[in-house]
């Protein structure tokens, strides 16, 4: 059930992927906002530590990943 | 004939005319920027279900955080990072360690300075780089190092980037207590046996990142990981209560392999609202597979002033080897008592607003301050808050002779 789970967004997300448009430079004016960032920018990556500390799974796109502390 | 003459005389304006003069004195500018980030973070948690005491217990803490990020562009490829902080910890489990309350196991410090170096090839899009670094507090050392490479395509669409990071820690406790590890801290009870025969943790993450651009308003990355961890997994000072009212060390499996999966989309609908949708399944062999969805709702009250109410909600299962107090089976190979590593469901809602300006005199451009705050509940009782504060600056600087002004 749970692997049916990971291939059902694996499937979506390349669905999703082959409808791309194709954007100049000077069309990434949104893309290029602070708040379109990929990933955990600014404050956000403390809290990834906490939850390192206070939950099982880690990484994924976490700023935090497994090791270098006393945390799971 | 007449027709000839305006030729003629258009021919030889034409030669005699320069749309520009060549500037011989004109010097290419290099410029070098810095990128400076200082974060200061409060941390707050109570609960009932101390480790330290076998699954019951206060689990009151609170931690200072202070941290710096430096990036220092030399040039257009090069790029020098330094990250380092400072972690004052208050923690009342601790002193339950030896059932003596006093400040000094009550406080710990944590300590922790990174450096890196990237370099860029800018006509292949490619970019590589390798870090290395250390953290130090009184029960825990690591020495941590990593590669990492991306690339992005000419339109910047479409980015891959791969990273390998390892860190080699050292579990002995007295590192900030005469300055040499000394051994494994057991609860003060147990101490007459000698639990664990190796001091070491190894952990290696491999990360991926496949990052897409959709449209003009949407981009969705996706992130697959994998780790694997050995070495002593567990808490040498957590104690475990058995049925027979026995009691031991914590005990876990020696090997760790973790599978997470991590899907972002961010959206910019309208004029002022940005959505940021992120998604996480993972799976460890240690029995825990969990979700996590997060919600990020940015609205840009002006070209300066942004709010973002976000909420995030996780689950997962417990590991096998966890029981409450008193349950665990002497005859059991394994056992934690560790509510980090059981069922629970917590849901984490908050705010931050953030104030860009990015303005400055000079070369100095104050960039952004944010200020961000969460509250974490779990279903297991715990409740925590968080306060985080973000302020960033750039500095730019030119390099190499200025420009010799080209007056007729």
């Known amino acids: 059930m749970r692997i049916r789970s990971i291939y059902k967004i694996l499937v979506i997300i390349s669905l999703g992927a082959t409808a791309c448009e194709s954007v100049r430079p000077y069309q990434r004016v949104y893309l290029n906002d602070y708040e379109m960032k990929p990933g955990q920018p600014g404050s956000r990556k403390f809290e990834e530590q906490v939850h390192a500390y206070r939950e099982g799974a880690t990484g994924g796109g976490s700023s935090k990943g497994s090791g270098g502390c006393g945390c799971n | ?408």
């Open chain 2, 1 to 408: 004939m007449k027709k000839r003459y305006i030729a003629i005389g258009l021919l030889a304006s034409s030669l005699a005319s320069f749309g520009q003069r060549s500037d011989s004195t004109y010097r290419k500018k290099k410029l070098s920027a810095t990128d400076v980030q200082i974060i200061m973070s409060y941390y707050t948690q109570d609960n009932d279900h101390s480790a330290v005491t076998g699954g019951t217990g206060t689990e009151d803490l609170q931690v200072y955080a202070t941290q710096f990020t430096v990036d220092y562009q030399t040039d257009s490829l090069n790029t020098f990072h330094v990250d380092g902080g400072l972690d004052i910890i208050s923690s009342a489990s601790t002193d339950n360690i030896d059932y003596v309350q006093s400040s000094a196991s009550k406080t710990d410090v944590r300590s922790h300075l990174n450096a890196g170096y990237s370099r860029s090839i800018r006509r292949k899009g490619i970019t590589a780089g390798a870090n290395t670094g250390f953290s130090i507090e009184s029960d825990y050392s690591s020495f941590n190092t990593g590669l990492f490479f991306s690339k992005i395509n000419s339109s910047q669409s479409r980015e891959i980037s791969i990273a390998l990071q390892m860190f080699f820690d050292d579990l002995r406790w007295g590192r900030l207590h005469g300055g040499k590890p000394e051994k494994l801290i057991y609860p003060v009870e147990l101490r007459s046996v000698e639990w664990f025969d190796h001091y070491r943790r190894t952990s290696y993450n491999l990360d991926l990142s496949f990052y897409r651009v959709i449209n003009r308003r949407m981009a969705i990355g996706v992130y697959p990981g994998l780790a694997y961890q050995s070495g002593l997994l567990s808490t040498p000072f957590h104690r475990v209560y058995f049925s027979d009212r026995s009691k031991r060390v914590e005990n876990l499996p020696g090997d760790r392999f973790k599978i997470p999966i991590g899907v972002q989309l961010n959206t910019f609908i309208g004029g002022r609202w940005i959505f940021r949708t992120y998604y996480r399944v993972y799976w460890d062999n240690f029995g825990i597979f969990s979700n996590t969805i997060n919600l990020e709702a940015a609205y840009k009250m002006s070209g300066r002033f942004t709010v973002t109410p976000f909420i995030r909600i996780y689950g997962q299962t417990s590991a096998d080897d966890f029981k409450n107090y008193g349950d665990h089976d002497v005859s059991e190979e394994f056992y934690t008592s560790d509510y980090d590593l059981s069922r629970f469901e917590s849901i984490k809602p908050g705010v931050s607003v953030r104030f860009a300006p990015y303005s400055g005199s000079g070369p100095t451009t104050f960039n952004a301050i944010e200020l961000r705050y969460a509250f974490y509940r779990r279903s297991d009782g715990m409740e925590a808050h968080t306060a985080t504060l973000v302020i960033s600056y750039t500095k730019v600087k030119q390099k190499g002779p200025r420009n010799i002004s080209n007056k007729p």
